[in-house]
């Protein structure tokens, strides 16, 4: 069959150049399959999918079927482009995050009309299996983690088992990426060097810890890791053969095992691979790390590593987040990740339920204190499939039009609380306060940001950075209020 693998244009994340690296590994699996994949993502893109549908016809080779990949708050565009490619004649396969965690909502009217199949969890194996099928001319039935209206009739396979052993999957297909578009590993923050070539490798997947804003249905409480021998060899590939400058780690929690985290470092030095610079995306567990691990990252060529820090204050942390880590280990990470010469960014939320002006307070101060290169200060946003969304649903209310609104960038409220302690507007003063505090009230701070060379060379993006980030928009005080006066919609699960 001759497939196209698409994400959808993230309008939300105005600087995404990231590659989908789910649609990598689907594509690698089928390829192996002797299926014909291309990789569409519109992020990168200048042209819409039409052009290479049109393209296929006019070359005779038309298009058979279109899979799409898509997060909450591109689900929207998701369905804008099945509705596109129905009506073109290709099969229609939904799958990633959101399908995982509301799978029914897209065979429900009017997405029935467009979408033909969608797949829970994780599907590589399956998605072939319902491919094969298709092109045989056959009419699928039960295959893990499949739903689809046959007739008026709703079929729903079990899921699919997460994928227990790693090694077994093809590396992902990376040269089917127009590698030269993606350039930012780290988009919340800055590139690391804006003309990279930045893939990025998943070396285990899944985490056993259950952070109540987490979508655990996505990510899997098994941790799964492949073996470091398989790692080293994707990475060699990367570098060596497909001229990697940039790598970055975007496990979930890479470092869960110490030995085999200081394993794979080792042989990172040993194969001569630490010549490239890499990260940690997401971050990396505070606790599950000593000295020795941040030197030998250092050896093994990583140069910036972030944590998820969350909260200043113990009862958030352990009580309302559950992050499963002190402030005190936080503490210990950073001083260890400083002395072995990492550069260290950190993560900090800002209005989970529970959150007062003395907590986000107290999260400015710690921020300040571990003052890592890189402060990422985010308003806690309800995804569905999460604890979080279920402790508002039940004591507060969701503020959403569309699940486009749970884009990162928008900078409002996401929700309330029925509880006098917690309150909106305070959430987004100490937010942006945060930025302010940390940016720009440090004359080194400021210094350094007007050193760094992309600031000057992308002047439009940093002026709309700053705009968001110190300056806020006039309308956001008013929008709160109208959202606390009821006009917001409440976002339901089915
Ligand atoms: C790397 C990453 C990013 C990167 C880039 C993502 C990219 N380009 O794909 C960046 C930093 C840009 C990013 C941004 C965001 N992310 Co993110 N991110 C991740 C992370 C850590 C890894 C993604 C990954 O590579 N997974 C590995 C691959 C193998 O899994 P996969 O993509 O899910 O694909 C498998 C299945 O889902 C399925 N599948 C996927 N697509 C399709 C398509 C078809 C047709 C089929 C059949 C199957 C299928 O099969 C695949 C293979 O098994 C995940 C956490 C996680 N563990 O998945 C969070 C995660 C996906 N992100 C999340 C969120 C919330 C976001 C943001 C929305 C944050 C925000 N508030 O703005 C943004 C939105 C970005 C966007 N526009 O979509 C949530 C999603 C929750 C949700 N309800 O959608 C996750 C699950 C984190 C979490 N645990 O809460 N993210
Ligand atoms: S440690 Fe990270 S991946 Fe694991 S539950 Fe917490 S936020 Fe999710």
């Known amino acids: 069959m001759r497939i196209i693998l698409a994400s959808p244009e993230a309008k939300v994340w105005s600087a995404r150049k990231h590659i989908p690296l789910g649609l990598g590994y689907l594509a690698a699996v089928l390829r192996e399959g002797g299926h014909e994949v291309m990789i569409y993502d ?3 893109e200048d042209v819409t ?5 049109d393209r296929g016809e006019m070359e005779g080779r038309p298009f058979d079927l279109i899979g799409i990949t898509a997060t909450t708050p591109l689900i929207e565009e998701a369905w804008q482009m099945a ?9 229609t ?3 990633g995050p959101h399908l995982t965690i509301m799978p029914l909502e897209s065979l429900e009217a009017p997405h029935s009309d467009y979408v033909d ?6 599907a590589e194996y399956s998605f072939l299996e319902l491919v094969n099928i298709l092109e045989a001319g056959g009419e699928p039935g039960v295959i893990p983690g499949i739903h689809f209206r046959r007739g008026d009739e709703l079929i729903i396979s079990p899921e699919s088992p997460m994928i227990p052993d790693l090694d077994a999957l093809p590396f992902p297909a990376h040269d089917l990426f127009k590698i030269d578009r993606y350039t930012n590993l780290q988009p919340l923050t800055d590139g690391l060097d804006p003309n990279a070539r930045s893939f990025t490798i998943l070396t285990s997947r899944g985490c056993p810890y259950k952070c109540t804003f987490c979508s ?3 990510t899997g409480d098994t941790w799964r890791a492949r073996s470091v021998e398989s790692v080293v060899q994707e990475w060699k590939w990367l570098v060596h053969g497909l001229g990697a400058t940039e790598i970055g780690v975007t496990d979930d929690i890479w470092n869960l095992k110490l030995p085999r985290a200081k394993e794979l470092c080792r042989r990172l030095v040993e194969e001569g691979l630490n010549t490239v610079p890499w990260v940690t995306v ?6 599950h790390g000593d000295l020795e691990l941040y030197q030998l990252m250092k050896a093994a060529g990583c140069k910036r590593v972030g944590f998820g820090v969350e909260n200043g204050d113990e009862h958030m942390l352990r009580n309302v987040i559950r992050k499963g880590q002190t402030v005190d280990m936080v503490r210990e990470a950073f001083a260890n990740a400083k002395a072995a010469g990492l550069q260290t960014m950190g993560f900090f939320i800002f209005g989970m339920p529970g959150d007062n002006e003395e907590t986000m307070e107290k999260t400015i101060q710690l921020a300040l204190e571990l003052d890592p290169k890189l402060a990422n200060f985010l308003l806690a946003a309800p995804f569905p499939g999460t604890v979080m969304y279920d402790v508002i649903m039940e004591g507060g209310e969701v503020y959403a039009d569309n699940w486009t609104d749970f884009a990162i960038h928008e900078q409002k409220a996401r929700f309330t609380m029925h509880d006098d302690n917690y309150d909106p507007d305070l959430v987004l003063k100490k937010w942006r306060e945060a930025y302010r505090r940390f940016y720009l009230y440090r004359p080194e701070r400021v210094w350094e940001k007007m050193t760094f060379k992309e600031n000057w060379t992308n002047l439009p993006n940093t002026v709309a950075q700053m705009k968001r980030f110190f300056i806020g928009n006039k309308d956001q005080a008013m929008e709160v209020q109208d959202a606390i006066g009821g006009s917001a919609v409440k976002q339901g699960v089915n």
Request: glycine share 12%; with cysteine; proline share 3%.
């Open 216 to 218: 655990k249905p996505v």
């Open 49 to 53: 999918v039409d052009f290479y549908l």
């Open 42 to 44: 519109a992020a990168i």
């Open 282 to 287: 997401h971050g990396m567990k505070a606790n």
């Open 83 to 91: 509705a596109l490619c129905k009506r073109r004649g290709l099969y």
């Open 117 to 122: 199949y969608i797949f829970k969890g994780e």
């Open 93 to 95: 396969v939904l799958g």
